[in-house]
């Protein structure tokens, strides 16, 4: 373990992920040797953006977004027709669902393992109680937060082939911390098919790189948060990689005084109280730096990094609320980074 302390303003620590190679490259004046194919919609409640390097067209990028609203359909929690929603309104009842939807659910269940369940996505009951999105979002009162906590616990999804079951009364599925994940490294499986071999994947900040950039390594830029100005405080230069990071500025707001971000604890249902800001992780599936982005703020520095020391091909970065910053072994090794 490395750690470093930035001497920077309080309001401005490291976080998500902003900056990536296309802006960074148009910024310096370099060229492509092709035009790169570019659309962006909004989907999965954040701005979704796919940029072709080589290989592909405007129909391979149309394909990819009707895939990504496809799995929309299936995995939210709040669209009332998908799997998930089907899977929480049957009151313990088995559910037939798509082969999709019940891979993603054994990540979760495995996450939730990884983790001693800090990371559970039955955690529907609490965070339906937090109103992150609302114009003037407030704490939830303390008797509900308690009336939710005893229908979590990932332990009661039954997941037998396809067919799923909620065994614990009043249990909701929400798939918030590791669905962007899976649903990006799906999209670069068909991006693959299609013939494309250089791209960027960007699920509002799930950010994964197909191939390189005309031989070079795509460059990531890591901004401090809570800016206006995307002000990049590193950058780390990855290939065939996915960079996720998960953050206490992503969503939160005051109440009374009180700072309460949407990364909740769910043996307490209100928000993780450690000292961190933010966690990054670089990893081969997206679905891994999702699930362990989370995993690993949830357990805080020491242990979230034994965790991914234990792990083969996955770095991480964590950014404290002081400005310390502590990474696994493999970065500036196996993954250069570069400081501004």
Not at 96 to 116: F, I
Not at 253 to 280: C, E, K, M, W
Request: a negative charge.
């Amino acid at each position: 373990m490395k750690t470093i302390h930035f001497h920077i303003k309080t309001a401005l620590l490291i976080a998500c992920i902003l900056c990536y190679a296309p802006g960074c490259a148009a910024a310096r004046g370099q060229a492509y040797a092709n035009a790169p194919l570019t659309k962006e919609d909004f989907m999965l409640n954040t701005i979704v953006q796919i940029t072709l390097y080589d290989g592909g067209s405007q129909a391979t990028l149309d394909g990819a977004f009707a895939l990504c609203k496809a799995y929309e359909d299936k995995l939210s929690r709040t669209i009332d027709t998908s799997e998930i929603s089907k899977i929480n309104a049957a009151n313990g009842k088995p559910v037939t669902v798509s082969p999709e939807t019940a891979e993603v659910l054994r990540y979760g269940k495995a996450y939730g393992d990884k983790s001693g369940g800090m990371f559970d996505i039955t955690i529907g009951g609490e965070s339906s109680l937090w109103k992150f999105d609302q114009t003037e979002p407030h704490k939830p009162d303390d008797a509900d937060i308690q009336k939710a906590l005893p229908s979590v616990g990932y332990q009661g999804l039954m997941i037998d082939g396809d067919i799923v079951t909620l065994l614990k009364p009043g249990a909701q599925i929400d798939l918030g911390a590791i669905a962007k994940g899976y649903i990006a490294d799906r999209l670069k499986d068909y991006l693959v098919q299609n013939g494309v071999r250089s791209a960027i994947i960007d699920l509002g900040g799930n950010i994964l790189t197909m191939g390189d950039k005309n031989g070079a390594p795509f460059r990531i830029g890591v901004r401090k948060p809570f800016t206006e100005d995307k002000e990049v405080s590193l950058v780390l230069e990855v290939k065939e990689k996915s960079v996720v990071t998960s953050g206490i500025y992503e969503r939160y707001f005051y109440d009374q005084g009180a700072f309460y971000h949407h990364i909740l604890d769910p043996r307490t249902g209100y928000p993780v109280a450690n000292d961190l800001a933010s966690v990054t992780i670089v990893s081969n599936l997206s679905v891994d730096g999702d699930g362990l982005s989370t995993t690993c703020f949830c357990l805080g520095k020491e242990k979230g990094l034994a965790l991914i020391e234990s792990l083969p091909d996955v770095e991480a970065i964590f950014l404290d609320k002081k400005g310390n910053l502590s990474y696994s072994s493999g970065i500036g090794t196996k993954i250069k980074m570069e400081y501004n």
